[in-house]
């Protein structure tokens, strides 16, 4: 079974900073492509980020220059770093895999999704 947990949100002030981290199991981590969405109240999910396997990144045009997204394959996290957050920020951020191979050579169909993060930026 594939588990994402999200974790680091939290309500700030416009202009703060978050660290949103993802922890992954019950797959193989180092094979997948791994994104951040996110969902504003009213409003369809997005894409954020997205990181591959071996580190080439995409962010959506809106969080050029403020989002960082990383990963490490050893301890099978993906993290979006927020600075200069702004209040049209404020949205639960999922963590999203497609789907995946788990240990035993079977495949888990995805997308598979997180539980979410709120983060609320006052402004």
């Known amino acids: 079974e594939v588990r994402l947990v999200e974790s680091g949100g939290g309500l700030v002030q416009a202009g703060g900073s978050l660290r949103l981290s993802c922890a992954a199991s019950?797959?193989?981590?180092?094979?997948?492509?791994m994104g951040w969405f996110r969902q504003a109240p009213g409003k369809e999910r997005e894409g954020v980020a997205c990181i591959s396997p071996d580190g080439m990144i995409a962010y959506t045009e809106s969080v050029k220059g403020r989002f960082t997204i990383s990963r490490s394959n050893g301890q099978n996290t993906v993290s979006l770093q927020i600075k200069d957050l702004k209040p049209e920020d404020t949205a639960v951020y999922y963590c999203?895999?497609?789907?995946?191979?788990?240990?035993?050579?079977?495949?888990?169909?995805?997308?598979?999704w997180g539980q979410g993060t709120l983060v609320a930026v006052s402004s």
């Open positions: 019950g797959f193989i981590y180092g094979d997948n492509i």
């Open positions: 999203k895999s497609d789907g995946a191979w788990d240990y035993g050579g079977g495949y888990l169909p995805g997308p598979h």
